[in-house]
Structure formats: C-alpha cells, structure tokens
C-alpha cells in the first residue's frame, strides 16, 4: 500500500454508494450532507463526490436549500457580488431563513449586506491585511512554543493541548488581553463556542454559553474604555483608532468584531491545525518531505486547506430569479456552495483526493470568496504554519496515537474534538 495514499479518516474518492441489489443508492439529501450525520461527518468526500457526479445542482427538499458542488458554479455564486447574504431577505421555510438569523436582530458581518458590510469591512480591515499580519508573525510563534514546551514526551490529545489553546492565546494576545487573563478568556471563549457551533446543546451548555457570552461582553466594553484612554498596539485599539476618521465603529459594533474574530477565528484555525496535523500524519512520506524542506511550509498549509478544508460550506441567496444548468432557482432560495466538494472536483484538480504539498496549483475556495471572503485568512495561515512547524521541532518523530480520534459535529465546520498523536524525540 502506498503510505502517501488515502486511508480511513481522510478524504477518498468514491463512484457512489451501491445498495445490496446493485442499484445506486438514494442521492443524499438534508441531514445526510452535514456533519450531524455520522457518515458525513467522519468522511464526507466520498458522500460529495456522489452527489457532484449524480446531481450537482441538488434541490434539498429537507432543508430548503440548493446544494451546489461544482467548484466553477461555487466560484460564481461567491463572486457574484448581487446576490444577498442577509438571512432576512431569504424566503420563509428556506434554510437561510429559518437556520441562519433572526428577523429581528441585525446579522454579524458575516451575514450582512452592504451597504453595511462594505462600511464594517473597510474599519476593521487595515490589521488582516498581509503586511499587518505579518508582524504578528513572531508573536505566534512565541505562544506555539510556550505552549508545545510544555508537553511531554509521549501520547497526547492534540486539539486539546495544541490546536484550541494556541489560536485562543494568540487571539487574546492581539486584542491586548493581560496575559493573567488567557485563562479565564479561554474558558469563556470554549464556553460561548460550545453554544454558537454545537449542534444539539445540552441545556447546561447552553446555559454556560449564555453566562459566558455575557461575561465576554462585558469584558470588551470594560477593555474598549481603558483604550479610550491608554490605547495600545493591539486590533481593539485599531478597531477604535477609526474614529480618527469621518466615520467610526460603535462600541456594539466593536464587540461584535471581538465576539466574531474569537468565536468563528478560533475554531477554524484550530481545525486547520488539526486537519494538517492528521493529513501529514496520514501521509508520512508528505511529513517527511516537509520535514527535509521546511520551505514547503506555506504550500503544505494551500494543500491542506483544499485536501480537507475546515470549512465545509458556505452560501448566499438568490437575488432574483435564476437557472443554473437547468435547474430554476426562485429569489430568495439558499444557494449552498460546497466548499469542501469543490476543492475536491476533478475538472479542475488532477487526482484531487492525493495530498500532495508539492501540488502546483494551490488555489481552492476555503476562504470562501467575493466580497464575504474570509477576513481572517491570513492570520489563520500564519498560525497554522507557526503551529507545524514549532511541533515537527519539538517532537522528531510524530505518529498518530492509539486513542484515536473523534470528529466534531459542527454543522458548516470539520475539525476533530479529539485526536491523539504520539509524540516522540
């Protein structure tokens, strides 16, 4: 067996199911194409290669969406700067409508229209762009190593001690959070993801969520005032630092971006890390190549983000009335793009199930894209890289662990809530 060829719990190519009696299975539809279902979630490659091939613009009747899974019909409905993302505006009984916002709540930005994204986007912009990142580059990677030093050698959980606290303490780091406080930030920050991502909470979780999402509201309108009056170098001091300008973020709209960036920042970097922590493990003739090359860092991450991207979908909502090949789509239908299948189709990436970090041709819609493309992206790829690079120094030989694994059921997310990796000198 090829060691670098795909093995269980990685992304595999697949014809399509076949039932007993030969017969193709039933198209998955509704619940079958997220992560709440089992199947799905610990594999869901096989399960959009299916759908690509038998239905790519797939009316989900359960859901009330359309499900696209080619990567040009992805790439135009992210591009396509008419249609809406405001959940508002969606059709009742749609999957946007009913799933996705509140009728009366304002959307976070992610979710929002302009004129009001425009404006939102341009205040908060200015420190994700690649030169500001950069120079918190050293910052990360300090945190990766404070944090990798303390394992020992031996078996260890690696979402647990190294792909959920690193974002977690480089996020509060750049806020500016006291460093005696990345404790108590960390246990509100898990708490209030717990309740926005998970998707059946346990009462107590989402009681917990509730309390920490208060206590994190607090906090930031407690730290906004003392920048008022001693600001810093850090992003809540940026974020204020636009009232210099004609116009200005509110202290909500301040909290809401702090809120965002931790909630919806950690947790897909911490996926990301943990998605390329199991593809090289998986692959070891890749984490060797790594390994003798470090300069392929930056193209392992571009890999990783397309091989098994953490975000799994994303979407928009017909502007108007629509066809694509053939298929009517009525204004305000959810348009579901499927990240994850179009980073995996076959039209556009030669063997697109083999993790290759030498792979030329590195694009892929994993941040999503047009004007709701991911602000974070680089921050979340400079942690990543950070992150590989400190635990291939501290552990020479990387295998995974006989505890194995588990994936997470987030809807919309891959990512695993344990996966045990033995790390050795």
């Not at 595999?12 to 509704?30: F, K, M, Y």
């Not at 946007?96 to 976070?108: A, I, K, T, V, Y």
């Not at 571009?302 to 994303?314: A, G, H, I, K, Q």
Request: negative net charge; proline residues 7%.
């Amino acid at each position: 067996m090829n060691p670098d060829s795909p093995s269980s719990g990685s992304p595999a190519s697949s014809d399509g199911p076949v039932s007993p009696d030969g017969l193709e299975n039933p198209i998955p539809t509704g619940i079958q194409l997220m992560a709440l279902d089992p199947a799905f979630r610990e594999d869901p490659y096989p399960i959009l290669a299916d759908l690509r091939r038998r239905d790519p613009v797939h009316h989900d009747v359960q859901l009330g969406r359309y499900v696209l899974t080619r990567h040009d019909d992805v790439e135009r409905v992210l591009r396509n700067p008419n249609h809406w993302s405001d959940p508002r505006k969606a059709l009742p009984g749609s999957f946007s409508h009913e799933f996705l916002g509140r009728d009366d709540q304002e959307p976070s930005m992610l979710l929002m229209d302009d004129p009001g994204h425009k404006r939102l986007r341009n205040l908060v912009r200015h420190p994700f762009k690649p030169r500001a990142v950069a120079k918190w580059r050293e910052r990360a990677r300090e945190v990766a190593t404070r944090v990798i030093s303390e394992l020992e050698e031996g078996e260890f959980d690696l979402i647990a001690n190294v792909a959920n606290p690193i974002p977690t303490v480089v996020i509060a780091e750049l806020l500016g959070v006291d460093a005696e406080l990345h404790e108590q930030f960390k246990i509100w920050s898990d708490a209030s993801s717990k309740g926005a991502f998970g998707p059946a909470n346990d009462p107590a979780d989402v009681v917990a969520a509730e309390e920490a999402s208060e206590c994190l509201n607090g906090f930031f309108r407690d730290e906004i005032e003392k920048r008022r009056s001693c600001p810093g170098q850090d992003l809540m001091s940026s974020m204020l630092n636009t009232e210099q300008t004609d116009d200005r973020l509110t202290d909500e709209e301040i909290v809401s971006q702090c809120t965002l960036l931790l909630l919806a920042g950690n947790l897909t970097t911490s996926d990301l890390i943990g998605n390329s922590v199991s593809a090289l493990l998986r692959h070891p003739g890749q984490l060797e190549k790594l390994r003798g090359n470090p300069g392929l860092m930056q193209n392992t991450v571009e890999e990783v983000l397309r091989y098994d991207t953490p975000v799994t979908n994303s979407g928009r909502i017909a502007h108007e009335d629509m066809e694509i090949e053939g298929v009517k789509i009525g204004q305000g239908e959810t348009l579901s793009v499927s990240l994850a299948a179009a980073n995996h189709d076959p039209a556009v990436y030669p063997d697109p199930d083999t993790f290759d970090i030498e792979r030329k041709d590195t694009h892929h819609q994993a941040f999503g894209g047009g004007t709701h493309f991911c602000l974070g992206s680089h921050l979340a790829r400079l942690e990543a890289a950070e992150t590989l690079s400190v635990l291939m120094d501290r552990f020479p030989k990387l295998s995974l662990g006989d505890a194995g694994h588990r994936y997470a059921g987030n809807p919309s997310f891959r990512g695993f809530e344990t996966f045990s990796v033995l790390g050795e000198h």
